[in-house]
């Protein structure tokens, strides 16, 4: 199940790097893996694209 609306992610980048973003599920979030953190998506697909609301990958 894609979180965000089709198109979105393609035109989604990730705001301290500008690289593409990857979609989780668990929790909602894109992951950039450049950067290795991940934005929240809230309910109703919409995602805090901010560094301050990103949380660093565990795995
Ligand atoms: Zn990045």
Do not use: F, H, N
């Not at 893996?33 to 560094?51: K, T």
Request: glycine share 6%; hydrophobic share 40%; with cysteine.
């Amino acid at each position: 199940m894609a979180l965000l609306p089709d198109g979105l992610l393609e035109i989604m980048q990730c705001p301290k790097c500008a690289g593409s973003l990857a979609e989780r599920e668990e929790p909602p979030s894109l992951v950039c893996s450049l950067c290795r953190i991940a934005y929240p998506v809230e309910e109703g697909g919409i995602p805090v694209m901010l560094e301050e609301a990103a949380k660093p990958l565990d795995d």
